[in-house]
């Protein structure tokens, strides 16, 4: 087990903090929660409306320097393939004077009151993440005009957009869009490049945790009874990393409630535990990475004051694991339960 441990820090060149029970040792009684997640919210709550299959519906929004069937939308297997191709500048597009390239497409939602049902999310990949390409995305109101929601970089591992509508718009909404572009550099040359999407949906409350993670996998998030499962199957080789993620409700004190804790159950001695906390977009620390020799529940507690961590709020919660060896027809997977932010009884 402990060569296990050796080589896993010298894979990752991260920080490791154990448990803190030499200074601290662990009683309910001792701690003040300031935060708590008990739940584990992985599904969607008054979903209204959604896309999974992306068969029908989709017809062109808007399109500039594209001919014949370089640029569409198809489906394959449940997933939605919108793609464009990108060849450079384009000085006499009168659909994009700037010289942009791409296209968008649009579907009806029917009629939608933001005011209830205010979340639209949006599951997606690139095939590149290219800084040139935007993924940009605008709903339509019931009087007939489009409304920007926002504009992204591309990425290539599988993520969650959310998006609070009811700071775009507080009423009713009609149709929503999805643009590829090289907005972000018109001189972008690089062919076709595509949008892979899963799901488009609008609902009352999206998922609190979601998952991340590269396409070579087959990966999947749950919830059942408190507790929090991620699972990763195939041939998964050093290295692979599979993450949930939580951005909302984290609105407290860290400098006050700096005791991360949370109980951790691994499937095998090959998957280390990972923590990372976000303070803001480009502030991660890696608090925790951790192999276990055995299935039980372990227990962590983890000083964030060690990593220098303050503030107000956090911007996001990681758990998740990584591969310590290549695996053939694996099946990884990790639990997590009871995650809180602590205050020790002085």
Request: proline share 3%; with cysteine; glycine share 6%.
């Amino acid at each position: 087990m402990l060569t296990s441990v050796i080589l896993l820090i010298v894979l990752a060149p991260v920080l490791y903090l154990g448990l803190l029970n030499t200074f601290l040792p662990p009683s309910e009684s001792r701690f003040y929660s300031g935060f708590q997640d008990t739940t584990f919210q992985t599904r969607f709550e008054g979903l209204v409306w959604t896309d999974k299959n992306f068969t029908d519906g989709w017809t062109v929004l808007w399109e500039s320097g594209q001919t014949n069937e370089s640029a569409g939308f198809l489906a394959e297997d449940g997933v939605g393939d919108l793609y464009a191709t990108f060849n450079g500048y384009n000085p006499f597009q009168a659909e994009a004077p700037s010289g942009v390239s791409g296209i968008e497409f649009q579907k009806s939602v029917g009629s939608i009151n933001t005011t209830i049902y205010p979340y639209l999310v949006v599951r997606l990949r690139a095939s590149s993440s290219d800084s040139a390409l935007a993924l940009s995305f605008k709903v339509k109101d019931y009087e007939g005009v489009w409304r920007p929601v926002a504009r992204h970089h591309a990425f290539t591992s599988w993520e969650n957009l959310e998006f609070d509508l009811r700071k775009i718009y507080n009423r009713t909404i009609t149709h929503v869009s999805i643009r590829l572009s090289n907005e972000f550099d018109p001189y972008y040359d690089e062919g076709i490049q595509h949008v892979y999407i899963e799901q488009v949906a609008i609902c009352r409350e999206p998922p609190r945790w979601t998952l991340s993670y590269e396409p070579s996998i087959n990966a999947s998030i749950s919830s059942q009874d408190g507790i929090l499962k991620i699972c990763g199957r195939g041939n998964l080789s050093t290295n692979t990393l599979i993450t949930s993620k939580r951005l909302s409700e984290l609105t407290f004190n860290l400098t006050k409630y700096k005791y991360l804790k949370v109980s951790i159950s691994t499937s095998s001695i090959d998957v280390a535990a990972r923590i990372v906390i976000w303070t803001h977009s480009t502030q991660p620390y890696t608090v925790l990475l951790k192999t276990y020799n055995d299935k039980e529940w372990h227990t962590e507690i983890v000083d964030l004051s060690y990593f220098e961590i303050s503030g107000n709020e956090l911007y996001i919660i990681e758990l998740g694991w990584i591969q310590v060896y290549d695996s053939i027809n694996s099946n990884s997977t990790i639990y997590y339960k009871e995650l809180s932010f602590n205050e020790a009884e002085v």
